[in-house]
């Protein structure tokens, strides 16, 4: 007799969940709402590698230098010489005279897609930005639509030479 005692107190139990949904419920709602939606861009940098060690490198004909300075922007460019001094504009980098002036350097140099920009070590992350996407594209009008239009899309990044 004892043995059919214990089978009969081993009956089924039910898991009872419904706190954990009533948490689901709100949880799940709350969180959708407080999310930060955010858009992530990735650009390609072409780093060099272990075999490109071994072979010294050939300078470049042409080579388009953007250097970021705490009061200016600096421009210069290799077989067509000269540098160009862009001051800041109301306290900040004016990213426009940046622009006209990197447009009339493709004008002339058409091919070339690549350029290197030079930061110096306290350089704001945000400007580091604005010089990218000022160096990569334009805004260019196309039959009545406004586009993008591209400048100098392959960037090397660095590190500004010591002021003289």
């Known amino acids: 007799m004892r043995r059919s005692r214990r089978r009969r107190n081993l009956d089924t139990v ?3 969940i419904t706190a954990f949904m009533n948490l689901m419920v709100i949880l799940v709602p709350f969180l959708l709402i407080t999310a ?3 858009r992530v861009a990735i650009l390609e940098l ?6 490109d060690a071994a072979t010294p490198p050939k300078p470049p004909a042409f080579q388009l230098q953007i250097i970021i300075r705490p009061k200016a922007l600096l421009v210069s460019y290799k077989r067509g010489g000269g540098i160009k001094r862009i001051p800041m504009k109301n306290g900040k980098h004016d990213y426009r005279a940046l622009s006209k002036l990197l447009q009339t350097v493709k004008a002339a140099f058409r091919k070339e897609t690549a350029a290197t920009i030079l930061s110096e070590k306290n350089t704001p992350y945000d400007t580091l930005i604005q010089v ?3 160096v990569r594209m334009y ?11 591209e400048l100098f899309p392959n960037i090397s990044i660095g590190d500004a030479p010591a002021r003289r």
């Not at 805004?139 to 239009?149: E, F, R």
């Open 14 to 16: 039910e898991i009872n």
């Open 36 to 38: 930060v939606f955010s």
């Open 46 to 51: 072409n780093l060099p590698t272990a075999s």
């Open 132 to 134: 990218m996407d000022t």
């Open 139 to 149: 805004k260019a009008v196309v039959a009545g639509n406004a586009v993008n239009a």
